[in-house]
C-alpha cells in the first residue's frame, strides 16, 4: 500500500503527479489476488457476449438490419466501459493502487463517455421499438439502415464533445492534495472533490449536463414504452399480448437498472447525502457491470432472428459433423 495520505501535496500549487485508487476498504491484503481475479472474470464474460454479438452479427448478413445496427454499438459501448475499468481495477489488486495523473483523467474521460453512449443508444433502441410496434407500416421507410448509421454516428460524436468539455473544466482547476481516490477507477465525482479550489460551478455545471444526458433519454424511453403498453393492450390475440409484454419485461428491467440508481447516486452525491465508502462503490459497480454483462442476453440470445440463426448453423455444424464420421459402404468393403 502507498504511504500518500490526504494530507500529501497540501502546501503545492501544481498538480500532483498520481492518484491512489482506495476501491473497497477492509479487504485484507492476502485476498487482493482473489479479488482481482474475481474481476478478471467478470471481464472476461463482459468481453465473450459482447464480441460474439459483433462478430456473428458482422458475419451474418441476414442480421445486418437498423436493429441489430443498434444492438452492435451497444455491445461497443458495453465493452468499451468494461475494458476501460475493469482491467484497471484488476491491477490495483494484482499489482498497485497507484494510477498517474494523466491516467485517471484519461479514465474518467471514457468511463463517462461511454456511459453516456449508452443512455443515448437505449433511447435510440426504444424508437426503434416504438416504431416497430405503434406504426409497423411505416417502419422500414423511417427506420432504415442509413438513418440509423447517421444517429449512431451522431449520438457517438455528441456524446465526445460533451465529455471533452467535462473534462476540460475538470482540468481546469489545481490537484494539489490530497491524493486519494474512493473508489476502484477515476470519476468524476471522486476526482473534481480531490481539487484545491472551489468547485461549486464545476459541480452545478456538471450535474445539470449528466441530469441531461439521464434524463432526457429517459423520459423518452418512459414516453415510448407507455405508448407501446398501450398500443400491445389493444392486441385482441392473448398470446400476441403475453408475447410482447415477455419481449419488453428484460428491457424494462435494464433501464430502470441503468438509470435509477445513477440518478440516486448523482443527486445523493450534489446534495451532500453520504452513504458507507464501500456501499456506494458497489452500487456503482452493480449499474455499471451489471447491464454490460447481460444485455447480449437480453437483447440479442433473447431475440428471436438470432435464436433461429445460431440454431441452424449448429445444426449445420452437427450434419457436418454426423457425415464426416460417417464411413461408407465403400470403405468397409475395401
Same mark, same amino acid.
Given at each position: 500500500?502507498?504511504?500518500y ?5 497540501? =502546501?503545492?500549487?501544481?498538480?500532483i503527479?498520481?492518484f ?6 477492509g479487504?485484507?491484503?492476502k485476498?487482493?489476488g #482473489?479479488?482481482?481475479t474475481?474481476?478478471?472474470f467478470?471481464y472476461?464474460m ?5 464480441v460474439?454479438?459483433l ?6 448478413k441476414?442480421?445486418q438490419k437498423p ?5 452492435? =454499438? ?6 468499451g466501459?468494461g ?8 491491477a490495483?489488486y494484482w ?8 491516467g485517471?483523467?484519461t479514465?474518467m ?5 461511454f ?5 443515448f443508444?437505449m433511447a435510440l433502441m426504444?424508437?426503434d421499438?416504438?416504431v ?9 421507410v #423511417?427506420?432504415?439502415h442509413?438513418t440509423?448509421?447517421i444517429?449512431?454516428s451522431v449520438?457517438?460524436i455528441?456524446?465526445l464533445l460533451i465529455l471533452?468539455?467535462i473534462t476540460?473544466?475538470t #482540468?481546469?482547476v489545481?490537484y494539489?492534495g490530497?491524493?486519494?481516490?474512493r ?21 452545478d ?5 449528466a ?6 433519454p429517459?423520459f423518452?424511453?418512459?414516453?415510448s414504452y407507455?405508448a ?6 389493444k392486441i385482441? =390475440? ?5 408475447k410482447a409484454?415477455?419481449?419488453?419485461t428484460?428491457?424494462l428491467?435494464i433501464i430502470?437498472?441503468?438509470y ?6 448523482y443527486?445523493a452525491?450534489?446534495?451532500?447525502f !453520504?452513504?458507507?465508502?464501500?456501499l !456506494?462503490?458497489?452500487?456503482?459497480m452493480m449499474?455499471?457491470l451489471?447491464?454490460?454483462l447481460i =444485455? ?5 440470445? !433473447?431475440?428471436?432472428e438470432?435464436?433461429?440463426?445460431l ?7 452437427q ?8 464411413i461408407?459402404?465403400?470403405?468397409l468393403c475395401?
Amino acid at each position: 500500500m502507498s504511504i500518500y495520505t490526504e494530507t500529501l501535496y497540501k =502546501n503545492s500549487t501544481a498538480n500532483i503527479p498520481e492518484f491512489v485508487l482506495e476501491g473497497f476498504t477492509g479487504i485484507p491484503a492476502k485476498y487482493y489476488g #482473489l479479488v482481482g481475479t474475481f474481476f478478471f472474470f467478470i471481464y472476461l464474460m463482459l468481453a465473450s457476449g459482447n464480441v460474439f454479438i459483433l462478430v456473428f452479427v458482422a458475419c451474418e448478413k441476414s442480421l445486418q438490419k437498423p436493429t441489430y445496427i443498434i444492438f452492435c =454499438n451497444l455491445a461497443i459501448s458495453d465493452l468499451g466501459f468494461g475494458t476501460t475499468t475493469l482491467p484497471g481495477i484488476i491491477a490495483k489488486y494484482w499489482m498497485s493502487e497507484i494510477i498517474s495523473f494523466n491516467g485517471c483523467f484519461t479514465q474518467m474521460y471514457f468511463v463517462h463517455y461511454f456511459g453516456t453512449c449508452t443512455s443515448f443508444l437505449m433511447a435510440l433502441m426504444a424508437l426503434d421499438r416504438f416504431v416497430a410496434i405503434c406504426n409497423p407500416l411505416r417502419y422500414p421507410v #423511417l427506420i432504415t439502415h442509413t438513418t440509423i448509421v447517421i444517429l449512431c454516428s451522431v449520438l457517438w460524436i455528441v456524446s465526445l464533445l460533451i465529455l471533452g468539455v467535462i473534462t476540460a473544466y475538470t #482540468l481546469s482547476v489545481p490537484y494539489c492534495g490530497p491524493n486519494i481516490i474512493r473508489h476502484c477507477y477515476c470519476d468524476h465525482s471522486s476526482v473534481r472533490n480531490l481539487a484545491c479550489a472551489d468547485i461549486t460551478a464545476i459541480k452545478d455545471t456538471t450535474f445539470a449536463i449528466a441530469m441531461t444526458v439521464l434524463w432526457g433519454p429517459l423520459f423518452y424511453i418512459i414516453f415510448s414504452y407507455v405508448a407501446i403498453i398501450i398500443s400491445v393492450m389493444k392486441i385482441s =390475440n392473448k398470446g400476441g399480448r403475453y408475447k410482447a409484454f415477455l419481449t419488453c419485461t428484460p428491457q424494462l428491467f435494464i433501464i430502470c437498472l441503468y438509470y435509477l440508481p445513477r440518478t440516486f447516486v448523482y443527486i445523493a452525491f450534489n446534495v451532500g447525502f !453520504r452513504v458507507e465508502s464501500n456501499l !456506494r462503490i458497489a452500487v456503482v459497480m452493480m449499474y455499471s457491470l451489471f447491464p454490460s454483462l447481460i =444485455n447480449p442476453l437480453i437483447y440479442c440470445f !433473447r431475440t428471436k432472428e438470432i435464436k433461429e440463426t445460431l440454431t441452424k448453423k449448429l445444426k449445420q455444424r452437427q450434419v457436418r459433423l454426423s457425415s464426416a464420421f460417417t464411413i461408407s459402404p465403400e470403405v468397409l468393403c475395401m
